[in-house]
């Protein structure tokens, strides 16, 4: 950690540890419910549970993003946050709007539209928070002596991801038009600009794990920037293929989101080589770890399987099942939960001067983890092919398919308190770590050495 401002970030992550923690618990509910034990139905009926899972995850990982902005931006500007106060503010704002969402969904107290639940009146403080977010981190860009191509990538992710929020908070009376817009906000977040916001925290800790010339790294970045808006944006036509909207979507929607995966491709590619090419021997293997899985996994989930029921004629039968939800959980997993995990496991030494990334649990929760979301991924698969089989080509009533299927969330629910574990020893090192120190000086890649873990 160069400057003291960066501590903010620590807020933000520790929201993040908790928020994740919930989100998790929201997916059992969902998946005993599933297994035909839905107990809690009376209290958290399914669609409460899977809107508040959903919905977990965004904020979430929009709090792990602010908190690496808050660690990064200083890095790459060198100069302290424009206000830290403000931070802490535009944190608490944060947390009051994820709190009041949550309540809202359990009372029945949203907006209805898949994946844009929240009411319209926390629209606008979202808003509000998010600009005070900008406000924040582009003056300290704005005021920088210099900023670096890793941090000017970041800040317009973010600055996009601001503007794109803005479609959805308009509503229409034609579902079709409602439908169109809605994706501009969904599918141009999460295979659009976020993928510039995973580039550049991609870059930033390539850049102080391997060793590998900065330029060498940015050059890369440019390359998946270019490859992110060349198939993202047209990309968003596989959303647009059975809602009513004209059948020149099925050929363009099908052609980019073929090419969608080459950013991915790009992405693992990167990662590896920049590894191997390193010639630092960094102390803090397990961020390296998490930096790596990200390039690795983000291709398989989001690139891999994302192509593989996005072509049209597969894309016919598998919409709105399972399968979707088998890309879907491994393609967040790797493109944006890993970034996140492995950000914080760089930036935590740094915060406190402690190396608790040294103990067993660190790597531990890595492997743990990514092995419980593998399974999770392959029985997502056995139940949503059955589904679609059943369901879709022999004409099977809707229930009685959901009842034929239970038996594969037995795996479902194997794989994900495996990963439970995993996310568990992550959160359990988190805290190992303690609270930030005021007199923590230098980067994190010699603060680290400074002091012996208390854990080993």
């Known amino acids: 950690m160069k400057y003291k401002s960066q501590r903010v970030a620590y807020l933000f992550f520790a929201t993040s540890m908790l928020l994740l923690s919930l989100q998790i618990v929201y997916g059992f509910i969902m998946a005993f419910a599933h297994l035909g034990y839905d107990v809690l139905h009376p209290v958290i009926p399914f669609n409460a549970a899977r809107a508040t899972h959903i919905n977990l995850l965004v904020v979430w990982l929009l709090s792990g993003f602010m908190g690496a902005a808050y660690y990064i931006i200083p890095e790459e500007a060198e100069r302290e ?90 509503t229409f009376d034609n579902h079709v038009h409602d439908s169109f817009f809605r994706w501009w906000v969904v599918h141009l977040w999460v295979e659009g600009v976020w993928e510039l916001i995973m580039g550049s925290i991609l870059s930033f800790l390539l850049i102080k794990l391997t060793g590998v010339d900065r330029e060498v790294i940015e050059k890369w970045l440019y390359v998946i920037v270019g490859l992110t808006f060349l198939s993202g944006i047209l990309g968003t036509g596989h959303h647009y293929y059975y809602v009513g909207t004209p059948a020149y979507w099925l050929p363009i929607g099908g052609i980019f989101s073929a090419l969608e995966p080459l950013a991915f491709l790009g992405m693992a590619a990167y990662a590896v080589t920049m590894m191997l090419r390193g010639g630092r021997k960094h102390p803090n293997k397990n961020a390296l770890f998490w930096t790596v899985g990200c390039g690795i996994m983000s291709f398989v989930g989001a690139g891999f399987l994302g192509f593989a029921h996005t072509i049209p004629q597969v894309n016919l039968w598998t919409h709105g099942t399972l399968v979707t939800a088998m890309h879907g959980h491994l393609a967040f997993w790797g493109a944006y939960a890993t970034i996140v995990l492995g950000v914080i496991a760089y930036a935590m030494p740094g915060l406190t001067g402690r190396q608790a990334y040294k103990h067993w649990s660190s790597t531990w929760a890595f492997w743990i983890s990514n092995v419980g979301i593998l399974g999770m991924t392959g029985a997502f698969a056995v139940a949503g092919v059955s589904q ?69």
Not at 114 to 121: D, G, Q, S
Not at 124 to 131: A, E, G, K, W
Not at 409 to 438: E, H, K, R, T
């Open 81 to 170: 946050l424009y206000s830290p106060k403000l931070a802490v503010v535009q944190w608490g704002a944060l947390v009051v709007v994820g709190v009041i969402a949550i309540i809202g969904f359990h009372l029945n107290w949203w907006e209805g539209r898949k994946f844009l639940e929240i009411p319209r009146e926390l629209d606008y403080l979202v808003v509000v928070d998010v600009l005070a977010f900008l406000f924040n981190i582009g003056m300290t860009a704005w005021t920088a002596r210099r900023l670096s191509t890793t941090g000017a990538v970041l800040f317009g992710g973010l600055l996009s991801a601001a503007l794109l929020y803005l479609p959805g908070m308009y």
């Open 388 to 456: 679609v089989y059943l369901e879709r080509k022999s004409g099977m009533d809707f229930l009685a398919v959901q009842k034929a299927i239970e038996v594969h969330f037995v795996g479902l629910v194997l794989a994900a308190s495996l990963f439970a574990v995993g996310i568990s020893l992550y959160i359990w090192n988190f805290i190992q770590y303690g609270l930030p120190q005021a007199n923590v000086e230098g980067n994190s890649s010699v603060v680290a050495q400074a002091e012996p873990a208390a854990a080993e």
